[in-house]
């Protein structure tokens, strides 16, 4: 598939959004006090070293569990959040060493929708005021012309133009979110992260704004990050999709490699702890993995997985795994890809009940028949 | 009642309603509701928000507090001792082996929680105390449920307010060294038990340094000190990750057969009904609009809002094009603002003329225990007699 870029200025190559080795540190123990007192500042490695890119016209799945870095990979890549390291290049262009006039664009082209409704709109202003404040910031529209905007955004979202006048607090979950999305689409954006945008909404409300997410991305051209911790919302969503595991990326590919034919064992054990809403399910045991996610301020040396992972073996708590080619545009970090890697020769953990031998997975370059 | 139920019937509860008063009117968040419990099986009470679902469970374990008020209905609980003991004085509260928990004086109910009814709760954070380890606070469950056995009325519990603890009730000197040694092993015991490693030492750590799904499995605990007959969880999973959900679920299951008790699980997961669940129940705006076996309801599921439901999901093993959600949002529940009509009518696909007046519960045709709250159980819909929106002022899909 081929897309038009529709840009007046900027021709770029590659794809709309290119993250290389992304980090984002937070420090602990870094008050003054703690200076005087001598502490070391403890690194929390919230982001790790994130490379991922996102196409013009697709929508990227970014998955994982709480505390995987996700959204701060999402914020920080669109400069909300200072970077510890690393680049995120949108059209080409250099996101944290844009100046002037480029970066007013960028704040433009890219946008955000939150979570949560409730804390994420001005209970203060009116919708009007909320949806078309980008508007007034960037000074592109005024008096009738934002109040037409305003209206012809709500409708386009589902909801009322007589709805400008009113206040966040009487609107719904599923109401409220419709708003987040008129607000980020005032500014006719190109790029649209979205985070976690229907995890806080009923289910019924959350398939109203999935499929509304879809028809305004076919409508509007958009190209999406959809970072969500519910895999059946990102495979229904996604074109591709990154897996995150304690800051890092352990799996790229399009959408039905990663849901049928996952590669990393990380990957799999997510997609076996899914409940399905079928019959079949029943009395199905979900939890294969042991444990919880270790802490970020600690993250474990090697694969970052093998403290879970229940094919760990000593060399993944050597090295850590880099990213290996799987199939088309699909990348797994795992020694078990490589089937000349040390790993096979050395002695299983402790906790890795079975040999690795005999599963369906690894033990060689997986065969990218599409 | 014996004769409408099922021979393994442990609970049984009938037309349980419960409101609550607030400022801006009555709220009928539980309204007549019926289902009942097995023994050794799961029970799946499914709905989104504000259903009524949670509110169903803490009305039938006797737990609603001001400004709500169970306003009416029958909790028949199987147990031989109990009837007997009732049978001269309040015949009309004993029917057989059951009794109606509602008709018994406040303090022989109270007496039932732990030994009778458990809960765990979706938050196990404020569910413990922060400033008591967690091996303290099982043994206290444990002491509790010893002492209240020996005399129901004179118990107090330091966990007061912290959810399990709002179960246990009443009386000891504070800052006195409360729960025994022996209460302490059993306590560790339980925290084993529930597969948690090193629970020596664990159990002298306080809830801060657990992680969610521990202190979810310390909650267990705590749960199992009085070894209940039946546990409500009340969205046990829902604030975890979902391969330490899957974890707790297997764990739930494990306890639920080794201990022989009964479940009933909440949530407003399908997919966590269906890996768990015998039966099911489908909740909205506080009523039960669908219950039957999990064959039943996810296979043949007769009520609009069920089969809405099942449409709205994304499926994990199958990209579907399109999703069908159901149009519009989940009504209030303020009494000023229900109609006299099935709640679901403004929302459902079928809606038809008969749909004006409010539904009785009625079994699905050919299967007596698969029933809905709608005219679909024993009627065709037919286009002839659908209503049109305009029936509906204002409705919220606006
Ligand atoms: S590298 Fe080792 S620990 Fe990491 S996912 Fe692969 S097998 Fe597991
Ligand atoms: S009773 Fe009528 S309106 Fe209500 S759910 Fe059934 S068909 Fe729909």
Redesign the interface.
């Known amino acids: 598939m081929s897309f038009d870029v529709e840009t007046d200025e900027v021709e770029y190559e590659g794809s709309l959004v290119e993250v290389e080795d992304l980090e984002k540190y937070y420090y602990e123990n870094d008050t003054l006090f703690d200076r005087v007192l001598g502490r070391e500042p403890t690194a929390v490695r919230a982001v790790d070293g994130v490379s991922f890119e996102v196409q013009e016209g697709e929508t990227l799945g970014l998955v994982g569990e709480s505390g995987c870095g996700k959204s701060t990979t999402s914020e920080t890549l669109l400069g909300l959040r200072e970077a510890t390291g690393g680049s995120v290049r949108f059209k080409g262009r250099d996101v944290f060493r844009m100046t002037g006039s480029e970066r007013t664009e960028f704040r433009q082209d890219a946008q955000i929708v939150f979570q949560d409704p409730f804390s994420s709109l001005d209970p203060r202003m009116t919708v009007g005021e909320i949806v078309t404040e980008g508007l007034r910031i960037h000074g592109l529209a005024g008096g009738e012309e934002r109040t037409e905007r305003a209206k012809d955004l709500l409708e386009r979202v589902g909801l009322s133009a007589r709805h400008a006048d009113r206040y966040p607090h009487e609107f719904s979950g599923g109401q409220r979110q419709r708003i987040g999305i008129a607000r980020a689409l005032a500014l006719d954006p190109e790029f649209v992260v979205l985070d976690e945008p229907v995890s806080a909404l009923d289910v019924s409300v959350q398939a109203q704004v999935l499929n509304l997410l879809e028809d305004l991305q076919e409508e509007f051209g958009l190209t999406y990050l959809f970072v969500a911790h519910d895999l059946s919302v990102v495979r229904h969503i996604s074109d591709r999709v990154a897996v995150m595991y304690l800051g890092k990326v352990v799996e790229t590919g399009p959408v039905d490699e990663i849901f049928e034919n996952p590669q990393h064992p990380y990957t799999q054990a997510l997609l076996d702890s899914v409940p399905r809403a079928s019959v079949e399910e029943y009395g199905r045991r979900g939890g294969t993995l042991e444990g919880d996610v270790p802490s970020p301020r600690n993250p474990p040396p090697g694969c970052r997985f093998h403290t879970r992972c229940p094919h760990a073996r000593d060399a993944c708590t050597k090295e850590l795994p880099p990213d290996y080619d799987t199939g088309e545009r699909h990348e797994a970090a795992c020694f078990r890809v490589d089937a000349d890697h040390e790993y096979w020769e050395s002695e299983p953990l402790p906790h890795a009940s079975e040999t690795g031998e005999g599963t369906s997975v690894g033990g060689g370059i997986a065969d990218s028949s599409d | 009642m014996s004769h409408a139920g099922h021979r393994d019937d442990l609970l049984r509860v009938e037309d349980l309603t419960t409101r609550f008063y607030t400022e801006e009117g009555q709220v009928n968040a539980v309204e007549s509701v019926s289902f009942d419990v097995r023994d050794n099986e799961i029970l799946g009470i499914v709905g989104?928000?504000g259903s009524g679902k949670s509110v169903t469970a803490l009305s039938a374990i006797d737990l609603v507090d001001s400004p709500g008020k169970i306003t009416g209905g029958e909790v028949w609980l199987r147990d031989a001792e109990l009837a007997g003991e009732f049978r001269g004085d309040k015949p009309e509260a004993v029917d057989g082996d059951f009794v109606d928990l509602r008709q018994l004086p406040t303090g022989v109910r109270r007496a039932l929680r732990g030994p009778k009814f458990s809960m765990i709760f979706q938050d196990p954070m404020s569910s413990f105390n922060p400033s008591l380890t967690v091996g303290e606070q099982i043994a206290e469950a444990v002491e509790v449920q010893r002492r209240a056995s020996a005399n129901p009325r004179s118990t107090r519990s330091r966990t007061q307010g912290y959810g399990l603890g709002k179960l246990l009730v009443d009386s000891v000197v504070p800052g006195r060294k409360y729960t025994s040694d022996e209460s302490h092993e059993r306590a560790i015991e339980l925290l084993d038990q529930v597969g948690i490693p090193d629970p020596v030492e664990r159990a002298d750590e306080y809830p801060h340094q657990f992680?969610g799904?521990?202190l979810q499995r310390a909650m267990v605990a705590q749960a199992l000190a009085g070894e209940p007959d039946v546990l409500f969880a009340d969205e046990p999973t829902t604030a975890l990750?979902?391969?330490?959900?899957?974890?707790i679920?297997?764990?739930l299951?494990d306890i639920q057969q080794e201990q022989g008790m009964s479940v009933v699980l909440i949530t407003?997961?399908?997919?966590?009904?269906?890996?768990?669940?015998d039966r099911v129940g489908v909740m909205y705006a506080g009523e039960v609009v669908e219950r039957g076996s999990?064959?039943a309801v996810?296979?043949d599921p007769t009520h609009p809002y069920t089969q809405?439901?099942?449409?709205?999901?994304?499926?994990?093993?199958d990209?579907?094009p399109?999703?069908?959600?159901?149009?519009g949002?989940?009504p209030n529940l303020l009494d000023s603002e229900m109609p006299d009509r099935c709640y679901f009518a403004d929302r459902c696909p079928k809606a038809m003329e008969a749909c004006l007046e409010h539904p009785e519960e009625r079994a699905v045709e050919g299967d007596r225990r698969h029933t809905a709250r709608c005219v679909l159980a024993d009627d065709e819909y037919d286009p002839e007699r659908a209503l049109d929106e305009s029936q509906f002022e204002g409705g919220?899909g606006?």
């Open positions: 989104e928000s992680s799904g521990m990750d979902v391969t330490i959900q899957a974890q679920l297997d764990l299951r407003h997961d399908l997919g966590v009904i269906a890996r768990m669940c999990l064959e996810f296979d809405g439901l099942l449409g709205s999901i994304p499926d994990v093993d990209p579907a399109r999703l069908e959600p159901i149009e949002n989940v919220d606006e």
